[in-house]
């Protein structure tokens, strides 16, 4: 993005120049008057004793109570002297300070927002403690001679805090959840998928089969990382969610139809031989869809999300082989070995029967198809078209609170042991969420120059620039707050009687603001002790800097709207950046990205599914069919988003991919089943077998991967537990789409797109009748 390449090339030419590196600590303060004198005392106490304590390497404390004590004694420029000048003053003195500081808006901004001017006084504040930081900053015990930063300043800060009139808190860093999170996630989920794989196999060696394969799955998949070099970015999370979702339902759907043909009297090679030429083709047909619907991420902008495309592409062709290959084989194998040895078996019967209740449950899709297809089709072709509609207002945005937990911890957390237990309160959420609450925010826009600034007008150009601002804009009169060379310049001849008469000798037109011989001003700028015009002009004179304040309380999109506007007032070339800016554009780019990745990933799905089912059984109409559900998985899992409130960001983006594809993985089951028995029986026959066979493998799938990766929900960070709730939603809206409306589509497809003409066997349904499998009405 050129706001990006913008602040990179502000950062290479601009950057700071210190040797040293710094980290600061944030500092708050509150009490009934933060500005009245204890509450002063406290703060100056407590900054004093930071800047005496050597392992804090603290190179100074910024706190509103340093301005007070300064403007009531210019002169006082240590710790102990500005302690003197507030203790020694009247409350009158103070208020006079205070009134006098206020002026100065980086002092207000450092007072919350209910600060009164007229009475001088905040109920808090907030100040910053920069500290020397990493190795060589300071002597200690370290190599060399050097220490790192201690990592425990808060806990250091905290003991020196003197807060008898006022709390004194202090923020650290972000918490780290990963630890509590794996340590809580991953055992409910593996708990949960084990539990829900008992209930579908019902046989520990089928269990343990199943699990080996998601395991083998996984390694093979992170292997391919890396051996293809590729970083482990954040979105590589969603992975191998995605991989055991699909894993599951292979492994279910392979053992139960084995099952379900051992069930009919076939031996161990017949029925494993019949499974195989069914059920592989149906992985193929998923593993082909979902790799084209995966590696559409490729076409994004972002490079994580085209590792995510590739390595979840990948990862699918290892489900494939591993669960149409090594599964069949393992579970062949054992199966001989219980024949030969005493082996136990605990279940030999499929998930779903007709007799059973989820098998009289799963057929009430068919007698509506029997019934009312058309009244369902349409409900849903209007339910759908108002979820489009709905769904087009999903939000994008993006905010570092998506990735922090909740301030207080849920109480079940509290009973895990001591080593993973978190705490009943985040302190820096706590202090965060107060300083939401009780400051004002000012963001940052960085304006990039670049032209010939030693032109005789460049500055003046720049100057008017800043005229009339946009309204997100902070101004002062009718000039937008900022930091520049041209303020700069203003400040040093105020301060410099020399520089102030080498400014005024070449103002044209006496506004403060040098119009000609500007070489000869930037050299005795930059000559001056302490000069900061590198932060501002390039040595070469044709780039610079202007660093506008702006309302951080702003949408971002409306900031970067202002920006460009006032980007077009520049005569040079002038591009915005900074973080509104960047992040209003990365979320527009990732909007894009998903809508560009959905298209290209239907389209190619698409094409594939109508020509595998024109090249597997000459219908490419069943390849259409097959997409129908998808779309309704898609459009309902965006509609959610809405409903629930989530935006579309960089984590998320890749939601309707992973839709797609175990949408096609759901649907393509139902479909290649029913191809499958409607070569054998009549239409109804083939779709009852096909809903209660095929439909109990899914609902051991559904339920297995709807609980086993929905227990993300638990997770501390709000990003992984959203991300959780989103992939439960598409595999449930997966199986609803594919159960309740596939069975219509196919008696409408009946009727209208295949010869009716076609002779199914007679013998075939009248056994199975005969043989009590199945009770057909006189329509069938």
């Excluded at 300071?138 to 201690?150: I, L, N, T, Y």
């Excluded at 591993?322 to 084989?329: D, L, S, T, Y």
């Excluded at 920006?563 to 209003?584: C, E, L, N």
């Amino acid at each position: 993005m050129p706001s990006f390449q913008a602040v990179e090339d502000i950062n290479e030419e601009f950057g700071t120049t210190f040797s040293t590196e710094t980290t600061s600590t944030t500092i708050v303060q509150e009490s009934h008057n933060v500005l009245a004198k204890p509450a002063l005392l406290d703060m100056l106490k407590t900054r004093e004793r930071i800047l005496a304590s050597s392992p804090l390497r603290a190179e100074s404390v910024s706190t509103p109570a340093t301005t007070v004590a300064t403007t009531l004694d210019p002169s006082a420029t240590t710790p102990e002297a500005q302690y003197r000048a507030v203790e020694q003053a009247t409350p009158t003195e103070i208020a006079t300070a205070v009134q006098n500081a206020a002026d100065d808006p980086g002092f207000t901004n450092s007072l919350s927002n209910d600060f009164n001017r007229a009475s001088a006084s905040a109920s808090a504040s907030r100040g910053s403690v920069t500290h020397r930081a990493g190795p060589g900053a300071g002597a200690g015990g370290g190599p060399g001679g050097a220490s790192e930063f201690p990592p425990d300043r808060v806990e250091r800060i905290d003991t020196l805090a003197q807060d008898d009139a006022s709390n004194i808190w202090v923020q650290g860093t972000p918490p780290n959840t990963t630890g509590t999170t794996t340590a809580v996630v991953l055992p409910a989920a593996l708990v949960l998928i084990v539990l829900f794989l008992v209930i579908a196999y019902r046989d520990p060696v089928d269990i343990g089969i199943g699990l080996l394969a998601i395991v083998m799955t996984l390694i093979w998949t992170f292997g391919f990382i890396g051996l293809a070099g590729i970083p482990f970015a954040v979105l590589l999370i969603a992975v191998p969610p995605i991989l055991i979702a699909i894993g599951i339902d292979f492994g279910i759907h392979s053992i139960n139809r084995y099952r379900e043909e051992r069930v009919r009297g076939l031996n161990t090679d017949d029925a494993m031989s019949l499974t195989t030429s069914q059920v592989t083709v149906a992985f193929a047909i998923v593993a082909g869809t979902s790799t084209v619907g995966f590696l559409s991420n490729v076409a994004s902008a972002f490079p994580p999300t085209r590792d995510f495309g590739l390595v979840a592409a990948v990862g699918i062709v290892f489900t494939f082989l591993i669960f149409g290959i090594f599964v069949p084989a393992m579970k062949l194998s054992v199966d001989r070995a219980r024949q030969q040895y005493p082996i136990p078996t605990l279940a030999t019967t499929p998930l779903g029967s007709k007799s059973s209740p989820l098998g009289r449950i799963l057929s009430v899709s068919v007698v509506v198809a029997k019934r009312g297809p058309v009244v369902l089709l349409l409900f849903t072709a209007l339910f759908t078209a108002g979820g489009g509609v709905y769904a087009t207002g999903v939000d994008t945005g993006f905010s570092p609170d998506d990735f922090q937990p909740a301030e207080e911890t849920p109480e079940y957390l509290q009973v895990l042991p001591e080593s993973i237990r978190p705490p009943e309160r985040f302190e820096y959420v706590r202090i965060n969420n107060f300083i939401d609450r009780n400051f004002k925010e000012d963001g940052r826009v960085l304006m990039y120059v670049e032209g010939e600034l030693t032109q005789d007008t460049a500055l003046e150009q720049m100057h008017r620039a800043s005229q009339s601002p946009p309204e997100t804009f902070r101004a002062t009169g009718r000039l937008a707050e900022r930091q520049s060379i041209v303020t700069l310049i203003q400040s040093r001849a105020e301060r410099d009687p020399e520089f102030r008469a080498l400014v005024k000798r070449n103002d044209r037109d006496d506004n403060g603001i040098p119009d000609d011989n500007l070489p000869a001003i930037y050299t005795a700028l930059s000559e001056s002790p302490n000069s900061e015009i590198d932060r501002f002009i390039a040595a070469d004179r044709r780039s610079a800097q202007v660093i506008y304040t702006v309302d951080g309380e702003a949408d971002n999109s409306v900031v970067t709207d202002d920006a460009y506007h006032v980007a077009t007032t520049f005569r040079v070339s002038a591009q915005p950046t900074g973080s509104p800016v960047i992040f209003d554009e990365a979320i527009s780019l990732v909007l894009e990205s998903v809508i560009v990745s959905l298209v290209l990933t239907l389209t190619g799905s698409s094409a594939f599914l109508i020509v595998a089912y024109w090249t597997i059984e000459g219908r490419p109409s069943l390849g259409v069919i097959n997409i129908i559900p998808i779309l309704v998985t898609v459009v309902a899992v965006v509609a959610s988003m809405r409903a629930l409130d989530i935006a579309f960001n960089a984590i998320n983006g890749t939601i309707l991919a992973i839709a797609v594809g175990i949408g096609i993985d759901y649907a393509v089951h139902v479909v290649h089943r029913f191809t499958d028995e409607y070569h054998e029986r009549s239409l109804y026959p083939a779709l009852t077998r096909t809903v209660v066979g095929t439909g109990g493998a899914l609902t051991g799938s559904m339920l297995t991967t709807v609980f086993g990766i929905g227990v993300l929900a638990l997770a501390l960070n709000p990003a992984l537990g959203v991300f959780g709730i989103l992939i439960s939603l598409s595999v449930l809206y997966a199986y609803l789409s594919s159960i309740l409306l596939l069975p219509s589509l196919f008696v409408l497809w009946e009727r209208y797109a295949t010869d009716t003409n076609t002779a199914v066997p007679v013998i075939d349904t009248a056994t199975e009748v005969m043989a009590g499998e199945y009770s057909l009405s006189g329509d069938d």
